[in-house]
């Protein structure tokens, strides 16, 4: 057991405990991101589940062939994770090396993401309505991959198919991600949990994990620890943190925790060997996991600043519109401050490929979520609103300052602060506060003086 969790002693710690049959009902596994507390988690699941002896990750158990594919009735997860660079490295993985084993990986990153939306978490929560079809669209487009997946000749034609549907996987996965997971923690998910604790197992335990707990806000938190309080039988609940220090006192008190480390240069090197069949990572590499996942999924600082030119010029492009169409203002009587934006920010997308200034919203969303992989990473987003400050201020502040320079400069700045506080505050959706950003920028934009 747990022969899958590479150089964390914490994770032969938790066997140890299971094999002594000393763990209580709920424990915190806390430590660095990347560090493998997820997938302890998951692994821990199946382990309860095991009706073998010492429950190998190869079993062949009914139990361990549905947690394998994260399929079994027991495990209930919720909380949010960086999804998309996992499922894009996923994907690199299996295309290098098409194996039982990478497939199992690309299956397994975006059914992490699927865990999210069990119909258990689904009442109450308002998001899941809105993703219904991107939801419904990827369960049935990941059975056909599983089932395509190893075929061992295709046609050229066949091949591009295959391609084909991956990426919608992909392009799905991001909307789900987009809209369909709060940043926090919904207090209802906690209580449905709580009630779904309480009934029977369908085989030896039922396993709650609830990943990054740190983002529960005071309702779920309180919710969280009355079920601590008075553990249900048969199940285990099992908490992961980057920041234990944030959660509370109380609930700290009543979990036992299992300390993860961050691995060295060398065993993130292995690693990426082992899990994601990267061939060329020597030993004594100094690239990192979150590296190699920024770089599979193509979130770089470059792709943030492109991203964010992209938005900047299709604001721009669209405020030239509403001035032609609603003010008859012809090229020449555009202000030159408003010609700037589209001059400074539309050569930064066009250089990184990103496209010539789009005023369809829909399709520029689209693009910028999956430039950005969706803001997986939560800092993304708000690196995003802070480029796009400076791609502002960076076409501005080249020329001669004037009245309108300083009504767009801090008319933006507002509108990306608006935008950053209905997310990060009010758990706001990311594609509405970009919708409400776009429209903002492109209205202030328009104005003539």
């Keep these: 057991m747990f022969e899958n969790i590479i150089a964390q002693d914490a994770a032969a710690q938790i066997a140890f405990d299971i094999e002594r049959r000393e763990i209580p009902p709920s424990i915190l596994l806390q430590g660095p991101p990347l560090s493998g507390k997820g997938a302890t988690a998951l692994e821990a699941a199946r382990v309860f ?24 009735p027991d495990l209930l997860v919720t909380g949010r994770r960086p999804f998309l660079p996992e499922i894009h490295a996923a994907k690199e993985a299996f295309f290098r090396e098409a194996l039982p084993a990478t497939k199992m990986l690309f299956v397994r990153a975006v059914k992490k993401l699927l865990l999210r939306f069990s119909a258990v ?19 049935g487009d990941l059975e056909e991959w599983a089932a395509r997946a190893l075929e061992t000749e295709k046609s050229e034609k066949e091949a591009e198919s295959f391609l084909k549907l991956t990426d919608a996987i992909i392009k799905n996965a991001v909307k789900l991600d987009a ?23 369908a085989g030896n335990k039922k396993v709650l994990v609830i990943e990054n707990a740190e983002m529960m806000l005071d309702a779920a938190r309180n919710s969280l620890l009355k079920t601590l309080e008075e553990p249900p039988k048969d199940a285990v609940i099992i908490l992961t943190s980057a920041h234990p220090k944030i959660l509370l006192a109380t609930i700290l008190s009543r979990v036992r925790p299992y300390s993860f480390v961050q691995r060295n240069a060398e065993h993130e090197a292995d690693v990426l060997r082992r899990v994601f069949r990267e061939k060329t990572v020597p030993a004594s590499t100094s690239s990192s996991l979150s590296d190699y996942f920024e770089r599979c999924s193509g979130v770089s600082k470059t792709s943030i600043e492109a991203s964010a030119a992209l938005w900047v010029a299709s604001a721009a492009a669209a405020a030239v519109l509403t001035l032609k169409k609603t003010h008859g203002v012809s090229p020449r009587e555009l202000p030159p401050e408003l010609v700037a934006l ?27 979520m999956e430039k950005t992989a969706a803001f997986a990473e939560r800092e993304t987003f708000t690196r995003f609103l802070e480029e796009t400050l400076s791609v502002i201020r960076g076409a501005l ?9 300083i009504h767009y400069t801090e008319t933006g700045r507002a509108h990306v602060r608006a935008a950053h506080i209905a997310v990060e505050t009010y758990n706001q959706g990311k594609t509405l506060a970009l919708e409400r950003l776009f429209l903002s920028l492109a209205d202030s934009f328009s104005r003539l003086g």
């Design 49 to 72: 589940s095991c009706i073998t002896e010492d429950a190998p990750w190869g079993c062949g158990c009914e139990h361990c062939a549905h947690h394998r594919l994260l399929s079994h």
């Design 121 to 139: 978490l689904a009442e109450g929560d308002t998001r899941l309505s809105k993703i219904n079809g991107p939801l419904e669209a990827i369960n």
């Design 179 to 201: 809209d369909g997971i709060a940043d926090t923690i919904p207090v209802s998910h906690i209580r449905a949990a709580s009630y779904w604790l309480h009934t029977a197992p």
């Design 342 to 368: 589209g001059k400074h920010a539309a050569p930064i997308a066009e250089k990184a490929e990103y496209g010539r200034p789009n005023t369809n919203l829909k399709t520029l969303l689209e693009t910028i």
């Design 397 to 405: 502040f080249t020329q001669e300052i004037t009245p309108l320079t």
